[in-house]
């Protein structure tokens, strides 16, 4: 099974701050790599595929790269509705994996 | 408008099994490229996917999982059950059903299960 990590676990940040979560494959995914935003009591939501394609309706201001082994989701202005859990999640191979999560929270 | 819901019981016994079943609307598992998939999470943990089912009745399983967990279709009701075999109280968590065959597009509000004797 491909192995994913996250990091950081937690980040406290600001209204206005640009955050990065950075995301680490155990093998190459080429770019079959995809984020999620998860507010709690809710459903995952798809913020980017193919790590770096935008997913219809997700704000602008969230953007992916990479590729292989190392993605990384930017929020380029972080608003108060982007307080919540991220996660990415492969799909070069089954079984799929996500990763443990990083929770932005308010610092 | 595509919608997805999640059914079964709230609460099973320990060694019972769980049958979950998706219910979802405005596509069909009758189309070519088309898949449902389940993930759960357990409170306050993270996201684990558990098993993909495609148009053409194929089927993949989590690898720890694998063993107790079968996946079916209905595609003339739109639908796609779920068992879970030998249920512990480690499995309690939010059981979700999701579309597409890689990423998840849409989700079910998702139904928490909780495995206590």
């Known amino acids: 099974d491909i192995q994913m990590t996250q990091s950081p676990s937690t980040l406290s940040a600001s209204v206005g701050d640009r955050v990065t979560i950075t995301c680490r494959a155990s093998?190459?995914?080429?770019?079959?790599l995809a984020w999620y935003q998860q507010k709690p009591g809710k459903a995952p939501n798809l913020l980017i595929y193919?790590?770096?394609s935008l997913q219809s309706g997700a704000p602008s201001r969230f953007s992916g790269s990479g590729s292989g082994t190392e993605f990384t989701l930017t929020i380029s202005s972080l608003q108060p509705d982007d307080f919540a859990t991220y996660y990415c999640?492969?799909?070069?191979?089954?079984?799929?994996?996500f990763g443990p999560g990083t929770k932005v929270d308010i610092k | 408008q595509v919608t997805l819901r999640e059914s079964g019981p709230a609460l099973v016994k320990p060694t019972q099994t769980l049958t979950l079943t998706c219910t979802f609307s405005?596509?069909?598992?009758?189309?070519?490229?088309?898949?449902v998939n389940w993930v759960r999470q357990p409170p306050g943990k993270a996201l684990e996917w558990l098993a993909l089912?495609?148009?053409?009745?194929?089927?993949y399983y989590s690898t720890s999982l694998k063993t107790r967990l079968t996946i079916s279709k209905d595609t003339s009701k739109n639908q796609v059950v779920l068992t879970m075999t030998n249920m512990d109280p480690v499995d309690t968590a939010t059981y979700y059903c999701?579309?597409?065959?890689?990423?998840?597009?849409?989700w079910g509000q998702g139904t928490l299960v909780t495995v206590s004797s």
């Open positions: 999701a579309r597409t065959c890689s990423t998840f597009d849409y």
């Open positions: 405005g596509f069909s598992l009758g189309t070519s490229g088309m898949c």
């Open positions: 089912i495609d148009w053409a009745d194929d089927k």
């Open positions: 093998q190459s995914l080429g770019s079959w």
């Open positions: 193919k790590a770096s």
């Open positions: 999640q492969q799909y070069n191979s089954f079984p799929f994996t």
